[in-house]
């Protein structure tokens, strides 16, 4: 069931979960709409840079994937005085400037959310992100935006603009382990 | 164990990404999984890092835990984790 606003600054007063870093907390304006709750574009532009011909995501190259993809990528700073220019059809990475944490808690209702993009940047032909877009319970942090430009024109992306909208539901039942989903592994981890 | 419970389990970090992420490294026997996970998710302990998670299960007859991931690795898509007890 999707939280209405009111549910929402409810939820974040009894800490239900959190999103910090919102700029007001009355649910009859910004960044609050009826049923969800504007998140605004961080400071950071992050531009995959141009590497291997192919991506092998099973392969396990030494520290795992997440660092290839830390060291083939250039990040970029913006500013109000120096947004960053998106050119059409390319590719970015960035985060939210709120932070939210979603805990998975069986004492009290677990709650996950969807990040949805603005009907006024995808009018531009701006995605904010493509599938994926679930926040799901017992995630912690900033949220990770893919960002393309589909549009015919650049599009500037300066800091704090709102960029996306986070829509909340609550998880019917507490998330519990399912061995069902153990994806090849065949023993127990070890230690470092 | 019946309720969810946080944990922390022995990561090797790197700089992410972003500023505000560590690309994650966690050795497991199989293979090495990796995912990013924002830097409120780790907490250093001497010269160590540790990765906060959320124990959903103990298994004592194996002694073993299933540890729920900040977020998915790339090498599995799984945010699930069997570690020892």
Known sequence: ?192 | MNAPKIGWIPVQISPGALSSEWAIAIHTGDKDLSLFADKSQVMQVGDAHQLRVTIMAIDEGNHTQTVLLPSECFENGSRWLILPV
């Open chain 1, 1 to 192: 069931m999707i939280l209405s606003n009111t549910e929402i600054v409810k939820g974040l007063a009894n800490g239900l979960f959190k999103i910090n870093g919102l700029p007001s907390l009355d649910p009859s304006s910004p960044p609050f709409n009826t049923s969800a709750v504007d998140l605004r574009l961080g400071s950071e532009i992050i531009i995959p840079t141009h590497g291997q011909t192919q991506i092998d995501l099973s392969a396990s190259a030494r520290g795992g994937i997440a660092v290839h993809w830390a060291n083939n990528s250039r990040r970029v700073t913006i500013s109000e005085d120096q947004p960053y220019s998106l050119r059409a059809n390319t590719f970015v990475l960035s985060n939210t400037l709120e932070s939210v944490d979603f805990p998975i808690n069986a004492s009290t209702p677990c709650f996950a959310a969807r990040v949805e993009g603005k009907s006024s940047l995808a009018r531009c032909g701006l995605l904010v992100h493509f599938t994926a877009p679930t926040i799901h319970a017992g995630f912690a942090g900033s949220i990770t935006l893919e960002i393309i430009n589909l549009g015919p024109s650049p599009i500037l992306l300066f800091p704090r603009m709102p960029i996306c909208q986070l829509i909340i539901e609550q998880v019917h039942g507490t998330p519990t382990a399912a061995p069902n989903q153990f994806h090849g592994q065949t023993h127990p981890a070890g230690v470092l």
